[in-house]
Each structure stands twice: as C-alpha cells, then as structure tokens.
T-cell receptor, first 114, second 110 residues
Framework: DVKVTQSSRYLVKRTGEKVFLECVQDMDHENMFWYRQDPGLGLRLIYFSYDVKMKEKGDIPEGYSVSREKKERFSLILESASTNQTSMYLC?????????????FGDGTRLSIL | RKEVEQDPGPFNVPEGATVAFNCTYSNSASQSFFWYRQDCRKEPKLLMSVYSSGNEDGRFTAQLNRASQYISLLIRDSKLSDSATYLCVVNPGSNYKLTFGKGTLLTVNP
C-alpha cells in the first residue's frame, strides 16, 4: 500500500511565523501535491511537483512556497503565516505514467494560525 | 460552467437503499475519472476509477458518459459504513493535476 506521511496531524502557529509542513511518501512516486481543504470550497491545489527540484503553481499559490530536494519529500512553506491560512492541508502523491493514475493522500494537517 | 460539478446533497437514505450520485465535467478532453470517499475529518481515499465501459466493485458501480460529460456512482444495499462524502475527480488531461468536485454528503440511517 502507498504510504504518504505528513509530519503533524495538528499544528498551532502565530501570525507572521514561518511554517513548514512536511510530507514523505514511500512509493517512489514522481508526482507530489499540496492541497488545502476548506468547508464549502473543496480541495484546492496550492503547488505540485513532478520531479526533484521541479515545481509548478497550482490554483492558489499566493503566500506559499514549496521545496522538493529529494524524491520522497515535498515541503510546503508558509512564508509569513496569516489567519486566512488556517485550514486542513493535504499532501498527495502519484506515479508518473499515463493520466489514469489516481493520487494517494496523507492523513492531513489541521493548521490553526492565531 | 464549473469544471467539476456535483450535487452537494445531503442524501439521507435508510440502510439497504440504492443511491446514485451524478457528476458533470466541463472539459471534453478530460482523460481519466475517479470517485473518492472522504470520512469526516479524514483524508480522501480512492474508491474506484471510472472506465469508459463502466465498472463494478462489489456494491459500487461507476459509469462514464463521455458524450454528455458526466459520471455516476451507484451504491446498492447501502450500509451504515457508507456514510461519507463522495468526491468526483477528473483529470482534465493537460498534466497530472486532478480537479476535485466539492463532494456529495451521504448519510445512511439505521
């Protein structure tokens, strides 16, 4: 089974802090993704990466950056946390190949910015 | 038209009922389709992929209609454990990104 592990289930930070969310997958997947999920808005893609050191902006990249130094690890960085970044953050991975590959999700991180 | 549109529900059905969800998508070039389920405060999990010929997995049947650009999920003999939000997911075909619907909430009652 694919295992996608997010570093924290719950996290509380203060406005203005730099926040790091870590994600590790153990299936040698090329593609990795960061989403946030908010009530009524569904899942929204922040950034994704299709290879080491490669990244592409998703639908809502503002206020976020990412890092992919190793294939198995994809980090999401909130440069200066704000209260509107309080959300559920979900990491996912998928293998390269045809477009019929589903994504596999981690447990999620519930981030609260005070 | 939204990229992926689902009836948000909620659907409240008794145990043993058959329930069907529909989902429409706007991009006719979409390549692949999935149904995910998400339990309350948990991560989405793949329920099944949707193939052009239709596919079945136990009590679950998925259908794809490319001409009308919709996919469906049928759940037969509903169980209490089927209570969850069901997400319709589409790959629009341009890269490995997936587009998620906002989900349909199902509650199966005893």
């Amino acid at each position: 089974d694919v295992k996608v592990t997010q570093s924290s289930r719950y996290l509380v930070k203060r406005t203005g802090e730099k926040v790091f969310l870590e994600c590790v997958q153990d299936m040698d997947h090329e593609n990795m993704f960061w989403y946030r999920q908010d009530p009524g808005l569904g899942l929204r893609l922040i950034y994704f990466s299709y290879d080491v050191k490669m990244k592409e902006k998703g639908d809502i990249p503002e206020g976020y950056s990412v890092s992919r130094e190793k294939k198995e690890r994809f980090s999401l960085i909130l440069e200066s946390a704000s209260t509107n970044q309080t959300s559920m953050y979900l990491c996912a991975s998928s293998p390269r190949g045809y477009f019929n590959q589903p994504q596999h999700f981690g447990d999620g991180t519930r981030l609260s910015i005070l | 038209r939204k990229e992926v549109e689902q009836d948000p529900g909620p659907f409240n059905v008794p145990e043993g009922a058959t329930v069907a969800f529909n989902c429409t998508y706007s991009n006719s070039a979409s390549q692949s389709f999935f149904w995910y389920r998400q339990d309350c405060r948990k991560e989405p999990k793949l329920l099944m992929s949707v193939y052009s010929s239709g596919n079945e997995d136990g009590r679950f049947t998925a259908q794809l209609n490319r001409a009308s650009q919709y996919i469906s999920l049928l759940i037969r003999d509903s169980k209490l454990s089927d209570s969850a939000t069901y997400l319709c997911v589409v790959n629009p075909g341009s890269n490995y990104k997936l587009t998620f619907g906002k989900g349909t909430l199902l509650t199966v009652n005893p």
